[in-house]
């Protein structure tokens, strides 16, 4: 039934992006300096994890490139510095600065590199009002960013005035597909990635409504669907193998999200695996026994709890932890105990 697997994929890109017409259109109306060969308008999208906040930026700036003279840079901004990202943008652009080059001077050479509007693509960019590099990119004539976040009042709360002033008003905020949008979403996969006739309307709606309208796990749940379907000889997807196709889409989610993460995010989230349910104030106290430990060997250092609590976050918005309660009384658990961190990460026992 399934003729090709990468059809499913997240890098595979749609031909048409289906039921996000307004926000292509104020991206769209972002950019439209570039045209013109000025520096484009910043941009933040927003909006919860899986619903095409980066299939949204990448197919704008295709469609721009096909008319204008740009670069682009595509960087994933998680758990980086200033530094790191500047230089990520730098080898985007086709330059090789050496690991240990300052700021300064990776920004200096961003300047001399930019010689025609550049748009910056900075995707998982939650944690990014930490550092200055909006700011740095900010201070290149022609470079233009756009920030992919997931929750855009905290985002704005958080980053200076200056980069707040230059996005406010104009966030791109992108909320879950009806069903009726994200079965249309699911019907091109459908025709690219799977042999004959194998659903039907109504069962992609079904798909649709069991993910909640959203479109990553839409995707997977039809594809995991096909995969049963065909471990069952079924000629047809059944009802049956969507309902089993959901949770096995869920564990293949879960697996990539939790691949996708730094060293950091890892390790608490193989302590709440192993020790959870746990307290906040249990869990800080676990990491600060075992940290030395867990890192040794390790480029990276243990980090503060300012920015653990970050990295709690975003085990949750990729739905690894589930958090109980609130304040002191608030206790975390994993999603799923059989799923485990790919990273070799040796959590020591407790003290
Ligand atoms: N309107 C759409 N038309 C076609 N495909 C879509 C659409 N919206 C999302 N998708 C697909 O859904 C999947 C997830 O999209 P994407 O990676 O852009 O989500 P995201 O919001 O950036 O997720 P995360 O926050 O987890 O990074 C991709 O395969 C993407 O191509």
Redesign the pocket.
Known sequence: MIADRSVF??D???Q?????EPAVAALTRAFEPATHGDRADDVLIA?P????????ATHTLGRLQQRADIHTAYVRALDQSAAGIVRNVLQELGADPAMNTPLEDLCLALDERVDRPTVVVL??ASELPRSDALARLDDVPLCSWVA?C?EPTDWLARVDDRVRHRVVGREVV?DRYSVDELAD?LEPRVRQGLRGDPVGRDQLERIADTVAGV??AG?QTLLAAAEIADERQHSRIRDADIEDGWPRAQAWIRESNLESLPFHHQLLYELIRRDGPLRGGALHRRYDEIADDAYAGRARTPVQRRARRDQLAKLREYDLIECEGSGRGAEYRVCDASIRSPYEVAVPPGQ
Do not use: F, M, Q
Request: charged share 25%.
């Open positions: 994929g997240d595979h890109p749609p048409e992006l289906l039921h996000r909006g994890s899986g619903v095409g906040k980066t299939v949204l995707d998982e992919i997931h992108l979403i479109a990553r995707i």
